[in-house]
């Protein structure tokens, strides 16, 4: 990518290439886990995206609204989840668009994406219920920070020590807290910090088909499912938390 290109027109790309969740393994198995994860009825999803995630949540019963600043995602989620509820809007105008106090707030890899993140807290733990929950995902390992973070907006990566600090010093109590994806982590080390590049997944993408490319996402669909969602390695591109307002 470079340097002229937006962030936002990046995303839009990767989404594009990534539509179906059946080709896509990360979020698929993501998504499970997580949705898993949401105990309440009424969810505000901040950075919905193609709505991917608000619309399995649907699906299980929930309430959600989902907010996105990016026309080009949201013109993608109406036409990938047509269902979704979605209005325009920055992660940050999460008070002015959400006029009742709600259950739970997901943002899954959208934290990172907000320049002052203490403050971003703040604001969520202002609309949640009394017990409301925060969930979320975010990139982990400062050190792994590179150049795809660059290209997809990112302000930092995160460690288990940074997130605990932002939270409870903001009257959150951490419920669950692990990494995940610790067979990418290797991959991403030797791309970014060794070779420079950009992690690129192309088995991810719904264009690539063949024999061995369905052998190998039904590999990692396979690995994700049975190990990941099931095992935290103690290291992981991500860090999944499940954050409970004090």
Not at 173 to 199: D, Q, T
Request: hydrophobic letters at 40%.
């Amino acid at each position: 990518m470079t340097q002229e290109t937006n962030p936002d027109e990046y995303l839009v790309q990767h989404y594009l290439a990534i539509d179906e969740l059946k080709s896509d393994f990360r979020n698929r198995n993501l998504f499970n886990l997580v949705a898993g994860l949401v105990t309440g009825n009424e969810v505000v999803d901040i950075g919905c995206g193609v709505g991917s995630f608000a619309n399995q949540l649907k699906e299980k019963g929930k309430n959600v609204l989902g907010i996105e600043p990016s026309e080009g995602m949201r013109n993608l989620a109406a036409e990938i989840n047509p269902k979704v509820n979605i209005v325009s809007g920055m992660a940050e105008d999460v008070g002015k668009l959400v006029k009742n106090q709600v259950d739970t707030i997901t943002m899954l890899d959208v934290l990172e994406h907000v320049e002052n993140d203490t403050l971003q807290v703040k604001r969520i733990y202002s609309v949640l219920n009394e017990k409301g929950e925060f969930v979320f995902v975010v990139p982990a390992h400062p050190l792994l920070y590179g150049q795809r973070d660059k290209n997809m907006g990112h302000y930092r990566r995160y460690t288990k020590k940074m997130l605990k600090n932002i939270l409870i010093h903001n009257n959150f109590r951490i419920k669950y807290m692990r990494h995940w994806n610790a067979l990418g982590f290797f991959p991403y080390f030797v791309s970014e910090k060794i070779f420079n590049k950009p992690l690129e997944s192309r088995l991810r993408k719904s264009d690539v088909d063949g024999a061995f490319s369905r052998f190998a996402r039904n590999a990692f669909h396979l690995w994700f499912s049975r190990i990941e969602n099931n095992f935290d390695f103690g290291f992981g591109l991500s860090i999944i938390c499940v954050a409970q307002k004090i």
